[in-house]
């Protein structure tokens, strides 16, 4: 009999449904929230509230769009065999907003819960199309909240061998948008504007951490000093200072060249540690996930790498890159066949502590 998954994913300002048959993603249904963007931000408030005015509408129309796609007249979508949602980690009203909606749904119809960690969707999402790697593989999970080195051995068997010591990437460059004056979300007008401009006309140094971990936080102070001074230096000094006019003179005469800078850099320092997990692990199927991992600059460096060093490289589509529920409905299949339920007492938490196993 074929297994049957709906998943929920409401982690921070999207809300999502999906409906996966047998692996087979039928549906990927998602709400975005645009009254954040006049805040600069996502405000939790009014997250939550969103996802509580939109999660009805979001799973009914998952579950329409999955009847249309049914592969054969063999699967019916009433026989749903298990409920998956996003249980970590997030903002942690809307998370609870996903949690209750999949409980009461799970006791409606007697049917198991499957509590799924954000950041482990995001690395199986390159499980959801062919082609697909093998196992083991490496995956380099870039997003606004997370930078992590991840071993998996098996689709419920992953170990975090490397991760950010201070800020994510997706950080990085949201923090980056906004001293340049873009407006939020900034990560992906950066990439735009890279496009346009020389990566090598500015440059900014590489932190200098040891084995696998990541820092951010030293990149976006050099950043700030380096507008801060009208391109003059990356440090503190009185003498530097530019007024304001002058640095408004400089990023809009130099955006694009600065955006491209930013950008080299933040890959550069994601790829360099990448290279050196691949050496010492001796994996060669390497795959990226997560928000960032949508960025053209990052994918095509990923494959030039790949090319490069002799990896096998995978990048998920772009629709299941940033956040979904696809990933979540993925997730839950492996669990499901791994026998891995919760029960009606899980409890969603917004910490993002997942050193190993899963």
């Excluded at 249904?29 to 005015?53: C, D, N, T, W």
């Excluded at 053209?296 to 990048?315: A, P, Q």
Aim: proline share 6%; with cysteine.
């Amino acid at each position: 009999m074929p297994i049957t998954i709906i998943a929920i994913e409401s982690s921070c300002d999207e809300t999502a449904a999906a409906v996966c048959v047998d692996g087979k993603i039928l549906s990927n249904f998602i709400a975005s929230q645009k009254v954040h963007e006049q805040y600069g931000g996502v405000v939790p408030e009014l997250a939550s509230r969103a996802h509580m005015q939109n999660i009805v509408p979001v799973v009914d129309a998952a579950l329409k769009m999955a009847a249309k796609n049914l592969p054969s007249p063999v699967f019916h979508l009433p026989s749903i065999d298990a409920i998956a949602f996003t249980q970590s980690p997030g903002l942690i009203g809307s998370l609870l907003v996903g949690a209750q909606f999949a409980k009461s749904l799970s006791l409606a119809l007697d049917k198991p819960l499957i509590a799924v960690h954000h950041m482990q969707a995001h690395v199986l999402a390159n499980l959801i199309a062919d082609p697909k790697p093998s196992f083991p593989f490496l995956c380099l999970t870039v997003s606004g909240g997370h930078t992590q080195i991840v071993l998996c051995e098996s689709p419920v068997k992953m170990k975090v061998i490397g991760e950010t010591i201070d800020d994510a990437a997706g950080e990085a460059f949201d923090k980056s948008a906004k001293l340049l004056g873009l407006p939020y979300p900034g990560g992906p007008l950066i990439d735009k504007y890279a496009q346009q401009g020389d990566p090598n006309r500015f440059t900014f140094p590489e932190p200098q951490i040891p084995g696998l971990d990541f820092s951010f936080s030293g990149l976006k102070t050099s950043i700030l000093y380096f507008l801060q001074n009208a391109g003059k230096s990356h440090v503190y000094k009185e003498e530097f200072l530019a007024t304001e006019e002058e640095k408004k003179h400089f990023v809009k005469d130099n955006l694009a060249d600065i955006c491209a800078s930013i950008q080299h850099r933040i890959i550069t320092i994601l790829l360099n540690k990448l290279k050196k997990t691949a050496i010492q692990t001796g994996v060669k199927d390497i795959c990226i996930a997560g928000g960032v991992s949508a960025n053209s600059g990052l994918r095509k460096s990923f494959e030039e790498n790949g090319k490069k060093y002799g990896w096998n490289t995978f990048i998920p589509a772009f629709e299941y890159c940033t956040d979904n529920a696809a990933m979540i409905a993925i997730t839950g299949y492996y669990k499901y066949l791994a026998g891995d339920f919760a029960d009606l007492s899980v409890s969603s938490s917004a910490r993002a502590e997942w050193r190993e196993g899963c």
